[in-house]
């Protein structure tokens, strides 16, 4: 429309390479990855059902620029909620110096020389820390779908029957569920014993949701 780049044409001209090889290179090898290109190539086969539409297939005319541009915002937006996490962490790491300790003894077992995805992925510790960072300030505040089919939540003690037709709305809040007493005590507390190998199989299924849940959650 007004045709403004959004990048400098160098950097346009190398995302699109980089997005066109990895497709080529994918579709040649028959490689597949939980990724969002691998969900952008189904698409474009039809392969990808409509959660909402009875779970038919639609066909998407996708071209490459299509999905490269979706590649492109997919990067862009990962930068936010990774600095936010970080930034959030570093607070929580800079307050509580017995957690501050127990992370840097950590570090001080698993690193050598060389830092590793590997390594990295064996820090209980600093998972701990990171869920509990999430829980306390996820992402996202909330999250809503849409309601595929007639769905009735029985009635509690306190709360009626709650009833949702086919198109209905859900809206899902999902900082209230991360500070709420109920599933998590003294929940304003920061604390990633939640989080423990022990603790954390008694959090309720579906009350911690830092990038949501199903085939439309985000992946980070």
Not at 102 to 129: N, P
Not at 170 to 183: K, N, Q, S, V
Request: aromatic letters at 10%; one cysteine or more.
């Amino acid at each position: 429309f007004l045709r403004i780049p959004f990048t400098p044409l160098e950097v346009s001209k190398f995302i699109h390479s980089l997005v066109k090889d990895t497709l080529r290179t994918r579709e040649r090898e028959g490689i597949v990855r939980p990724d969002m290109i691998h969900l952008l190539m189904e698409a474009r086969k039809e392969r990808v059902s409509d959660g909402v539409n009875g779970g038919k297939t639609a066909k998407l005319d996708l071209t490459d620029e299509d999905i490269t541009a979706q590649a492109t915002v997919f990067f862009l937006a990962g930068f936010d909620t990774a600095s936010t996490l970080l930034c959030f962490a570093s607070y929580f790491l800079a307050l509580n110096e017995d957690v501050q300790d127990r992370l840097q003894a950590e570090i001080d077992l698993v690193f050598d020389d060389e830092v590793t995805y590997e390594t990295v992925h064996s820090m209980k510790y600093l998972d701990m820390i990171i869920s509990e960072s999430l829980r306390l300030y996820p992402p996202v505040i909330a999250v809503d779908r849409v309601c595929e089919k007639p769905f009735s939540i029985p009635a509690s003690d306190d709360q009626p029957a709650i009833t949702f037709n086919k198109g209905d709305l859900a809206w899902i809040p999902i900082y209230c569920l991360h500070r709420d007493e109920d599933y998590f005590p003294d929940p304003e507390r920061f604390d990633p014993e939640r989080f423990s190998e022990e603790n954390k199989k008694n959090i309720k299924p579906f009350t911690y949701l830092p990038f949501g849940l199903g085939p439309r959650s985000c992946i980070g």
